[in-house]
């Protein structure tokens, strides 16, 4: 049987929707974890979630100094979502691009290829 376009679609978004927050659940509870928080700082449950959501979707926003707050293991957690989110981000733009089989401009394109060789660097 022969999957439609639209069947294609809603697949990938769902696979992308849960891909999202099965990485939100999991770094939330990283974060949560006492190895991730520095001694005489407890974080409560929703705050870590909080900071996984905002790490994940790359939005910078924390409901505490990360600095003051982590360790190094949840510094590096934090870090680790943000990449990923990062990567994810481009990857529902490149499937949004390749599933409406629009042609990139030349722009779209130096940019796409600037974006993945900063990412390169960065690892």
Sequence with gaps: MKLTRDKKMAQTTKLVIISFLLLIIVGGALLNLPIS???????D???????ATASV???GLS???A????TLFGKIVMLILI???ALGFIFIMSSFVLLTKRKLTFKEQINIGT???YSRKIR
């Excluded at 600095?67 to 982590?70: N, S």
């Design 37 to 43: 928080n520095m001694p005489g700082k407890p974080h």
């Design 45 to 51: 449950l929703l705050n870590s979630m909080f900071t």
């Design 57 to 59: 979707c790359v939005a």
């Design 63 to 65: 409901t505490v100094v």
């Design 67 to 70: 600095g003051e707050q982590y």
């Design 83 to 85: 990449q990923i989110g």
């Design 115 to 117: 974006i993945l060789r």
